[in-house]
């Protein structure tokens, strides 16, 4: 689990994320990113009924957030990060989630220098 300050939870941050940020995707997720206000780094996840039922949308969410927490030290502070699911994330672990990351990451040029 993420720790409360590197929660991205209301509306308007993560609206503010898609409407000024920039994106990448992958077969598995969107990465949508913008620096942020203050120096910490913040992390939110969507995922849309389009993946499933609740349960599969939880295992998805569930397993993007465990890569996120395993691999938080490859984010670059100073940025709010939104994760957006698609449909090939069903099929992910966490394993392949964590590779998928640290490539879109490296894409980005956002690992910590």
Known sequence: MLKQGNRLKRRQDFRRVYQRGKSLKN??????????????????????????????????????????????????????????????????TVESFRARLLKILQTANLTPR
């Open 27 to 92: 077969h598995a997720f969107v990465m949508c990113w913008r620096p942020a206000q203050k120096q910490n780094l913040r992390i939110g996840f969507s995922v849309s009924k389009k993946i499933g039922k609740a349960v599969e949308r939880n295992r998805v969410r569930r397993r993007l957030r465990e890569a996120c927490r395993l691999e938080l030290a490859a984010f670059a502070p100073g940025y709010d990060y939104v994760f957006i699911a698609r449909t090939g994330a069903k099929e992910e």
